[in-house]
């Protein structure tokens, strides 16, 4: 099984990755981009691939799940990782060396409040978290710094100068892990759609009427822009499948007369979100 990620070894993907394979043996590809990433699962060049598409801290990640919308790929698990964003350098150093940190722009967004304590260190974008560390460890500048999993660092060599950084101790980002449409129609606990309606009026109104109609329970709804109608909206919604099969099926024929597109982005069993007990949040940054 070849399962693919974005990014470089050390990279939180990479754990999402290792999470679905669980005992099964399995190799991971590190691709640059997210969209390099999804063509590798479309020329058959992976198995699988691990998206991020939400994160308890910043949000949905929109960047990965517009990629979707319109592909005939499906997801099959659900995984939750636990993000512990460490600061790291190449060799020990106390924070007021520290003259620039990379990272990721979501781990930079989950990171801010910390960031924001030292307003004379510049924050620069990297493409992704495990790729800024090596950067680092790559660089002659020893005061650049970068933020990434203290496993990154470990992988690599690296000194962490202060672990739990992030905004939130209970940071955690939710994976889905497609592949290549399923023979199989099998209706698991959770089922993601993209829909695209005429946008008349009430027409929102009238697709969530339908899944009431049907009691089926929504769990996210999301409004995402459509490329090339200009302020023009579709939806990624999330459902819980605790309706029999002919009943989802019903409505998902309603569904289909009353938009001008759906797409079954997959059906697969909900992941489980890591433990948190014990955690504290850390208010008080004392590195200065």
């Known amino acids: 099984m070849k399962i693919g990620y974005q990014g470089v070894a050390g990279s939180y993907s990479t754990l999402a990755c290792a999470a679905y394979a669980g005992n099964e043996e399995y190799t991971a590809e590190g691709y640059m981009t997210f969209k390099l990433l999804v063509d590798a ?49 190449k060799k020990p150093v106390t924070l007021d060396k520290v003259t620039e940190v990379y990272s990721h722009p979501e781990a930079l967004e989950q990171c801010y409040t910390y960031l924001s304590q030292y307003p004379d260190i510049k924050v620069k974008e990297y493409s992704d978290t495990a790729g800024a560390v090596h950067m680092v460890k790559e660089s002659d500048n020893e005061t650049i710094a970068s933020i990434a999993g203290s496993h990154a660092a470990e992988l690599y060599g690296m000194h962490v100068i202060r672990e739990n950084i992030s905004d939130n101790p209970l940071n955690t980002t939710r994976f889905l892990i497609f592949t290549k449409e399923l023979s199989e129609k099998v209706l698991h606990e959770k089922t993601s759609l993209y829909i695209e ?46 309706v029999d099969r002919p009943n989802f099926d019903k409505a998902l024929t309603v569904l289909t007369k009353e938009t001008s597109y759906i797409n079954i982005l997959g059906s697969y069993d909900k992941g489980q979100i890591p433990e948190y007990e014990g955690v504290i949040q850390n208010e008080e940054y004392t590195d200065r």
Do not use: C
């Open 41 to 89: 699962l479309l020329n058959d060049e992976v198995d699988y691939i691990a998206l991020p598409v939400e994160n308890s801290t910043s949000g949905p990640i929109t960047r990965t799940i517009d990629l979707m919308k319109y592909l005939d790929v499906k997801a099959v698990k659900e995984v939750y990782v636990k993000i512990d964003h460490a600061l790291i350098s």
């Open 197 to 242: 309606s005429d946008h008349s009026t009430g027409s929102l109104s009238d697709i969530l009427d339908i899944f009431k109609t049907y009691n089926i329970n929504l769990l996210y709804l999301m409004s995402r822009p459509i490329q090339n109608k200009p302020f023009s909206y579709g939806f990624f919604i999330d459902i819980e499948n605790d």
